[in-house]
């Protein structure tokens, strides 16, 4: 199985469960913890950094791109950086299914994108499902939260620190708590 095999079974919606697609997950994986290592053991300017996320996604990372590592993910080839994104300290992309971080997004310290799920019933346990986590344009993420797989967040949202996401969340909204529900819009005159 190829890379690009792995990535259209998956925009196909579909599941995770043979043992060739388990050795293409291993490998990859093998390959992005190679990365990521290089990334998080030793100090990098921003340059290096773009380069290396470079190398982890597959496709070029914008120079206005800056992230404060460590940064932890266990594919790589399934995230999408847009334009002056900034990603801080501790954040996990399980990115099988993919994400997809508009231009201008702000993420918060310790994020997690999930974008996997297992089998309900024990004996469907081992298969996992993916479905893609896109963020729209300027989206801010706060920290510690976690968006779930499938979920589609509007522009200029807000995700309220320790939040889990696991419904769509609508442009210019703020949305919070556990699962996350909406709170309010946003009044774009207001400056806090």
Not at 15 to 39: F, G, H, K, W
Not at 76 to 104: E, K, P, S
Request: proline share 4%; aromatic share 8%; net charge negative.
């Amino acid at each position: 199985m190829t890379l690009d095999d792995f990535l259209n079974h998956i925009k196909g919606g579909g599941v995770l469960n043979t043992p060739e697609i388990y050795q293409m997950m291993d490998e990859m994986s093998d390959e992005a913890r190679r990365i990521t290592c290089e990334i998080n053991n030793s100090y990098h300017s921003q340059e290096e950094l773009r380069v290396l996320m470079s190398r982890l996604t597959g496709r070029p990372v914008d120079e206005t791109f800056k992230m404060f590592p460590p940064f932890y993910t266990d594919f790589g080839r399934n995230i999408t950086i847009g334009r002056n994104v900034f990603i801080n300290a501790c954040c996990h992309f399980q990115d099988h299914g993919g994400v997809t971080l508009g231009d201008g997004c702000l993420i918060g310290h310790n994020v997690v994108f999930a974008t996997l799920d297992h089998g309900m019933v024990p004996e469907d346990r081992g298969a996992m499902y993916p479905a893609p986590i896109c963020l729209g344009k300027n989206v801010w993420v706060g920290s510690n939260s976690t968006i779930l797989r499938g979920v589609n967040v509007g522009d200029n949202a807000i995700i309220a620190a320790g939040s889990v996401v696991t419904k769509d969340v609508a442009a210019n909204t703020v949305v919070g708590g556990v699962p996350a529900r909406y709170i309010r819009n946003i009044n774009r005159n207001e400056k806090r």
